[in-house]
């Protein structure tokens, strides 16, 4: 006997529509992939899915390599919240 007033969830009328039939901006090849054991942060980031953060992320390691690369300044900062 539950304390609940709800059943668990029925899942016998669930449909699902693969991924590759349905529309929408994410399609299979934007996934992520498998990370591998001793791979290098270069492997681990082409690796992310091809979306979202990710995206910014590659763009950010890549504007941080070339400006290395060019002999820059690198300033790095992070932002946050104060929290009282």
């Known amino acids: 006997m539950s304390k609940y007033s709800q059943e668990p969830l029925a899942f016998d009328r669930l449909s699902t529509v693969p991924i590759a039939d349905r529309g929408g901006k994410v399609r299979v ?23 979202l953060a990710a995206e910014s992320l590659r763009a950010v390691t890549a504007d941080l390599a070339a400006a290395r690369q060019k002999g820059r300044a690198l300033i790095w900062g992070l932002g946050g919240q104060v929290i009282k």
Request: glycine fraction near 8%; proline fraction near 4%; charge should be neutral.
């Open 29 to 51: 090849e934007h996934m992520a992939g498998v990370h591998r054991q001793g791979s290098s942060a270069a492997e681990w980031l082409d690796r992310l899915p091809k979306l």
